[in-house]
């Protein structure tokens, strides 16, 4: 158990409507990060906060949105949704912003649209 | 040049056997290279990570093998286990920040 936790673990929806998926951070990480699992484009980043700011931004779709609460944890929108946006989203923690903080991954939310 | 390209995409290696997963990269701003661990149903767990200024880096029966003129860089598991069964993916990141980059991943299986 890596301490990051995400509710739900899975969400079954339709196409054009809007999820939000939740993270908790392990105690004390200030930094989230939200990644995209599947089949056709591995694991991609999507966003990172650090400490309720937008740190880095990747390949993240203008229809996702995602922020970071004063109580740390964060929260990912996923609006006007479509069958390809079927994937594993997955949380994961670091103490700081760096890329020498070892990130723990939480154990996902698998989304499906139908 | 943002890609890390991962090979082969699966493995199958005898117990008692060394499994090799290659990677390769073309950004030269890559700073650190960490490889994460998947079982089927949980997050990836980090394994062992590398920075470029170091060839070889070892922890218990995993090792991590770095070429950085090449751009290269592997991971060997000796003595595999069934246990060992999961699917291995290699990173990278550059020191602006946590961003990771990852592989295609390398699905390994033990046989017993």
């Known amino acids: 158990d890596s301490g990051v936790t995400q509710t739900p673990k899975h969400l079954i929806t339709a196409t054009g409507q809007r999820v939000t998926l939740r993270c908790s951070p392990r105690?004390?990480?200030?930094?989230v990060y939200w990644y995209q699992q599947s089949l056709d484009q591995g694991l991609q980043f999507l966003i990172q906060y650090y400490n309720g700011e937008e740190r880095a931004k990747g390949n993240i779709l203008e229809r996702f949105s995602a922020q970071q609460f004063p109580d740390l944890h964060s929260e990912l929108n996923l609006s006007s949704l479509e069958l390809g946006d079927s994937a594993l989203y997955f949380c994961?923690?670091?103490?700081?912003?760096?890329?020498?903080?070892?990130?723990?991954f939480g154990p996902g939310t698998r989304l499906t649209v139908l | 040049q943002q890609q890390v390209k991962q090979s082969p995409q699966s493995l199958i290696v005898q117990k008692g056997g060394i499994s090799i997963i290659n990677c390769a990269y073309e950004?030269?701003?890559?700073?650190?290279f960490p490889w994460y661990q998947q079982f089927p149903g949980k997050g990836p767990a980090l394994l062992i990570a590398?920075?470029?200024?170091?060839s070889e880096k070892k922890e218990g029966r995993f090792t991590i093998s770095f070429n950085k003129s090449a751009k290269q860089f592997s991971l060997h598991i000796m003595d595999s286990q069934p246990g060992d069964s999961a699917t291995y993916f290699c990173a990278a990141s550059t020191n602006q920040g946590g961003k990771l980059i990852f592989g295609q991943g390398t699905e390994l299986s033990v046989k017993p």
């Open positions: 590398i920075r470029p200024d170091v």
């Open positions: 950004n030269t701003a890559f700073d650190y």
């Open positions: 994961a923690s670091s103490v700081g912003a760096g890329w020498n903080n070892e990130q723990f």
């Open positions: 105690s004390g990480d200030l930094s």
